[in-house]
């Protein structure tokens, strides 16, 4: 799990953006040690002039000269030290900040491929009920309705789902959680459906927008087979994908973070601001040309300018029986 936060719910992106402010600080101070050491330097040196003009009179300036010539030498050697040690602070800061994104990425993907594999399991588990088999072995008003009672409470108790669907081997909806205008309609041209047909098992799209649910979702489609082993049709469920939003909202990032799940073209197909899902392309970064690669887990630092991006990435490793679709977490955030 990613050590996002502490027991007491302390978000750690506010303690790095702290730990970072305090950095500055630091470098700066040293910096102006370092120009005010530069100002003693020029100031001994411009003293030594002075006391060789003066002569005899001057000897003894002078050796007040050199020692602040020679405290002002050692002082530089000492900043020189502190700067390093300053940078290296920074390096390890910056690579444990990257950690902690890639950590964060992985417990996110992690949890939406936990989440997704329990709708995988569930659409196989109802395509076993014996009155939806039933239903479709021994279509009548009687049989039509016991699964559509199932149907209507499977929607009601789960919640996850926009809707599902029970469809007969000739393509036609004869039963409906929510969209009771589906009924009757043919899907028989639907990918979901005839890839479920061809391949005789258990089905799942990419994330898409579905203009009859009028919203983003998930297919999980399973054949529903009779006790002679015969293929009756097909029960699919329609994931409300907003339940994948809710848990990238409970991450902890600071006010400039943001994460991405991206599908294997690059595209975004799930942010904290909904506005960019099917929009925003991350196919150019560094992030997705890593998981594209088949890089599991890691991160990379960016700086332009004054600013340091942090990114992490994570893609997905499937659970169990569920494999996923090749899909990836992009955390980015700037310090």
């Avoid at 028989?188 to 005789?200: C, I, P, Y």
């Avoid at 994460?259 to 073209?265: E, F, L, Q």
Wanted: contains cysteine; charged residues 25%.
């Amino acid at each position: 799990m990613a050590l996002t936060s502490d027991k007491s719910g302390t978000n750690l992106s506010v303690v790095f953006d702290s730990l970072i402010a305090d950095y500055n600080v630091l470098h700066k101070s040293l910096n102006d040690i370092y120009n005010e050491s530069q100002n003693i330097r020029i100031l001994s040196f411009n003293s030594s002039i002075e006391a060789a003009r003066a002569g005899e009179a001057g000897k003894g300036f002078r050796v007040i000269a050199n020692e602040i010539k020679r405290i002002s030498e050692k002082n530089d050697s000492e900043n020189r030290l502190c700067q390093e040690v300053v940078n290296k602070i920074e390096n390890e800061m910056f690579n444990l900040i990257g950690i902690r994104t890639a950590e964060m990425a992985f417990d996110i993907i992690d949890k939406i491929d936990r989440n997704l594999f329990e709708r995988y399991c569930d659409v196989q588990a109802w395509a076993t009920f014996g009155k939806i088999i039933e239903c479709l072995h021994s279509p009548c008003d009687k049989t039509q309705n016991e699964a559509q009672d199932i149907i209507e409470n499977l929607v009601r108790i789960y919640e996850v789902y926009h809707d599902v669907l029970l469809v007969n081997l000739e393509g036609i909806v004869v039963c409906a959680g929510v969209h009771k205008n589906l009924l009757g309609t043919s899907v028989a041209g639907k990918s979901w459906f005839s890839d479920v047909l061809s391949e005789k098992q258990a089905t799942y799209s990419d994330m898409y927008f579905s203009p009859s649910m009028g919203d983003w979702t998930i297919s999980y489609s399973s054949p529903v087979v009779s006790a002679s082993g015969e293929i009756l049709g097909v029960i699919s469920t329609r994931f409300n994908w907003n339940f994948i939003l809710e848990i990238m909202k409970s991450a902890q990032l600071s006010d400039t973070g943001r994460i991405y799940v991206v599908n294997s073209k690059g595209l975004v197909i799930a942010s904290r601001v909904k506005e960019e899902i099917g929009k925003v392309d991350l196919k150019s970064t560094e992030a997705f040309k890593a998981v594209s690669g088949n890089r599991k887990i890691g991160y990379y630092n960016e700086k332009t300018g004054s600013e340091n991006r942090v990114w992490g990435y994570a893609l997905t490793p499937g659970y169990n029986s569920y494999k996923g679709k090749s899909w990836s977490v992009v955390v980015t955030e700037i310090y």
